[in-house]
């Protein structure tokens, strides 16, 4: 059942998922098309996310969005950011100690490469704890090789220490790569296409900005005609065959990804199965040892012999 609906307010957009938005020219949603939008929500009791540029919109856009509870969206660089509920830091470079001061109190999206992830770990361990809520996206999953494995198992294990640290000093950071899995019961994918879908610019909807932003004619619908996604039970996690047994709850499951390395969208490639069980099994050591010192006493994430459940399938 859907429950968000993520509204991009203009073509250059700000990307805060494994996706790129490489238009550069301005095309702000009609105010029209905004306010069909508003409506649409709240016919379907939707929450929405809008995703704003790094512009100022005008007056009467503003307005309109001010009709219904909403969450904003905004980059960094956005010098309007301070109304944002979600600030999202495009790459390492933008992510900076400054920045973090100015937005603890908000919930922080950072983008990295691989190349990236070791001076993201350094300002997060120098943070002592003023970062409330972080979530980290990857945006070359696809390309890592075993190399990269092994260097991701070590960036999670330094930042581990860290988040572990500020547990024991009182401090309750969370971080989605390593608290999330340690707080879910279940798996809270990105749920694109079946709790939440996307509003663009040109009044079509879509699975999720990457569908719109990879091919504008790959839209699910419009404001005129409502939605239709064709068969909208690959989206869903019961139609996974492994993806449901599996117990990576924090697993962005990204179904745009899926498609672009298996063709499938709800099989997720090698890559985005090894880096969440990497992830999961971090969780797993900070969970245990936080244990010592109070918290996560009824939590127990059980150990597993592998890194991607296509390698047991056998056991399935």
Partial sequence: MLKYLVILLDDTAVS???YENTKTEKRLISLDDLKAGVLFAMKHNLTIQFVYPDYEL???HKEAIETIDHIKMMSSENSQNSDADVIIFQSDKSFTR??????????????????????IGKIISENDGKITRLNLVLTDIET?????????????????????????????????????????????NCNAGVENITLAPNGKFYICPAFYFENEEDN?????????????????????????RCDAFQCRR?????????????????????????????????????KSAGYFSDKEIKSVDYLDPFETIEKF
């Fill in 220 to 244: 699910i619908g419009a404001l005129s005609s409502g939605t239709d996604i064709k068969n909208p039970q690959l989206y869903r996690l019961e139609y996974a065959p492994l993806c449901r």
């Fill in 254 to 290: 990204c179904v745009w990804l899926n498609r672009k390395t298996t063709l499938e969208v709800n099989t997720p490639s090698h890559e985005q199965c090894v880096t969440a069980h990497l992830e999961r099994n971090a969780s797993e050591k900070l969970c245990n040892d936080l």
């Fill in 144 to 188: 890592f090789t075993e190399e990269d494995f092994a260097a991701y198992k070590q960036f999670l294990e330094k930042i581990r220490e860290t988040v572990e640290k500020q547990y024991r000093n009182g401090q309750i950071p969370q971080i989605n790569l390593l608290t999330d899995r340690i707080l879910l019961e279940k798996m809270n």
């Fill in 98 to 119: 400054e920045k973090i001061d100015k937005n603890r109190e908000k919930i922080l999206v950072v983008k990295s490469s691989k190349k990236a992830l070791s001076g």
């Fill in 16 to 18: 805060y998922c494994h």
């Fill in 58 to 60: 005008p007056a009467p």
